[in-house]
């Protein structure tokens, strides 16, 4: 079993820049590709950023190119989104997910995703 915990969250004004955390607990977390998604109130989850488990590609949605970045940190069991030039359309709890170990394949549906965290609220203000 993985288990998946976010931090970073919080509340920050437009423009402000906020770094997300996804703490993976397990000994093979070097093997699992891994994703960001969010879901805003009143809105589907929706796909944010995907990193594979060598950490070499990373592939993120059109719309956030330029101000989200994806990284991971095996050494620390950590995955990461770096976010900035936040907008008040960011607000959403933001959630990461393990993808099958070993496996490079670029992923953006949910369903492509075996373990997820439990959430990070982001808030932006105008």
């Known amino acids: 079993q993985v288990q998946l915990v976010e931090s970073g969250g919080g509340w920050v004004q437009a423009g402000g820049s906020l770094r997300l955390s996804c703490a993976v607990a397990g000994r093979t977390f070097s093997t699992y590709p891994m994703g960001w998604f969010r879901q805003a109130p009143g809105k589907e989850r929706e796909f944010v950023a995907f990193?594979?488990?060598?950490?070499?590609?990373?592939y993120g949605a059109d719309s956030l190119k330029g101000r989200f970045t994806i990284s991971r940190d095996d050494a620390r069991n950590t995955m990461f989104l770096q976010m900035n030039n936040l907008k008040p359309d960011d607000t959403a709890v933001y959630y990461c997910?393990?993808?099958?170990?070993?496996?490079?394949?670029?992923?953006?549906?949910?369903?492509?995703?075996?373990?997820w965290g439990q959430g990070t609220q982001v808030t932006v203000s105008s």
């Open positions: 990193i594979t488990w060598s950490g070499g590609t990373t």
């Open positions: 997910a393990a993808g099958p170990p070993y496996s490079n394949m670029i992923r953006i549906r949910e369903s492509e995703y075996l373990y």
